[in-house]
């Protein structure tokens, strides 16, 4: 298994998306991932998000 070290490349959030403040009123947090980056790192969770396709593109 690979451990993601953090760079200033991948902002990382130590929110939990599955917190029940968050589930009540998802989008300011919504708001802050699309903020943050076009992929951000959820350490809680070690996983990475993705809040918006616009800046990601196929290759």
Same mark, same amino acid.
């Given at each position: 298994m690979t451990t993601f070290?953090?760079?200033?490349?991948?902002?990382?959030?130590?929110? $939990?998306?599955?917190?029940?403040?968050?589930?009540? $009123?998802?989008?300011?947090?919504?708001?802050?991932?699309?903020?943050?980056?076009?992929?951000?790192?959820? $350490?809680r969770y070690e996983?990475?998000?993705?809040?918006?396709?616009?800046?990601?593109?196929?290759?």
């Amino acid at each position: 298994m690979t451990t993601f070290a953090p760079t200033p490349a991948v902002p990382v959030s130590h929110l $939990d998306p599955f917190g029940l403040d968050i589930l009540e $009123d998802p989008l300011p947090f919504q708001s802050d991932l699309r903020d943050a980056g076009p992929v951000v790192y959820l $350490d809680r969770y070690e996983v990475f998000a993705m809040a918006g396709t616009s800046r990601c593109t196929p290759r």
